[in-house]
């Protein structure tokens, strides 16, 4: 049975969440199931930071369905310069996301359903989790062959990945999270996964690569609604519960106090790019200037996404100690980040309003920047 968002409102009343949660554990015994209408990555991974933080998981367990528009989810502890290719996501609107949890780069798009099992740290039991949605998906197609991995992935006949996990573990409670892949776009996943930028020396958290397949490749019947309603009913099996599912919007303040701060912070730059842990660049390029190639070498550390320090490389009849030293010291300071070092340079150039050559070679260095963002 499914609760509207309207229904859910009126069942909370103004009460506060915690107070709404007292009362569905009139409805829902052990577990509850909570599935969002929302698709932006960054409200629905604040949904698990509420929940995290304001519900008593120790007296009940909740599952959390959600889905997102094309975004590309990172670990707390990587690197997206190292993970995806953020010109052709900038390109396509394909947003980019860093979860709390460790762990590798996802794909996601309304073709992948997200699974977050919330508990106290006892409960905490990925495997279990992994054989529930096992078991929901060979309700729907019995012969389906699918296999939990030692690192919690699941495959399909053996060797095509179809879920990816993490999870969060705090002093008491924790969460485990999945994907399922059902029916995303599997031409674009391999794209935006696949970093173009080279000259990165860090110690992030890598991904680890697989081939992925859609369920619905191999069965056309595993839908993400098939298949997100056949894991609720297998979670409320597991509670003896009747399969409710309340909707929910994650936008809804009154439900969830709070929640547009922690979307907030999950959408502010200084925590997906900022936190990325530090990293340093070393590349060469060639630039074509008047039928001569110049030689650029570009050293630059990136502490907190910003540029730590920065040394440009290039003969000094090209472009003077003094020029090369300007264009140095401004960077130093500036986000890593395209648009910032484009308005950087736009600036320092006014500077120097009647200098055509200058204009030429510092607009060329900055294309060179920019191309490596
Ligand atoms: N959506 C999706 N599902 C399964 N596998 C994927 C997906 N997207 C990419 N991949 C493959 O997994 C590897 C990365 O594997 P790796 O093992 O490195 O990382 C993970 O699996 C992380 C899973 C995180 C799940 C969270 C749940 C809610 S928010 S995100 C990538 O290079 C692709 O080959």
Known sequence: MLFSPLTMKRMCGQLLWHKAAARFGTLAREGLILQSTSNNVYENLAVEDWIHDHMDLEQKNVLFLWRNSPSVVIGR??????????????ERGIG???????????YHDLGNINLTFLTSKKKYDRMENLHLVIRALK??????????TKRYDLLLDGKYKISGTAAKLGRTIAYHH????CSADSSLLPLVLQSPYDGIQSNATPSVPSV?????????????EAVMDSVAKEYSFQFDNKPNVYVVDPGDETLFPGITQKKNELCNWDWIYGKTPKFDVQKTFQILYKDTVVNVNINMAIKNGYIESCSLGL????????QCNELQNSLVGSKY????????VTTLLRTYPDDKDILIKWNMICEKLVSIM
């Not at 502890?77 to 900038?90: D, G, I, S, V």
């Not at 980019?96 to 996802?106: D, E, K």
């Not at 309700?139 to 939990?148: E, G, K, M, R, S």
């Not at 000094?316 to 003094?322: A, K, P, T």
């Open 77 to 90: 502890h990587q690197n997206p310069w190292k993970e995806c290719n953020l010109h052709l996501m900038r």
């Open 96 to 106: 980019l996301a860093r979860r709390r949890s460790g762990g590798g780069t996802v």
């Open 139 to 148: 309700t729907l197609q019995p012969y389906l062959d699918v296999q939990a």
């Open 178 to 181: 999945c994907t399922l892949l």
């Open 212 to 224: 992925v397949k859609n369920l619905s490749q191999v069965y056309s019947s595993l839908t993400c």
């Open 315 to 322: 003969p000094s009849d090209w472009l003077s100690e003094q």
């Open 337 to 344: 980040c395209p648009s910032e070092i484009v308005f950087l």
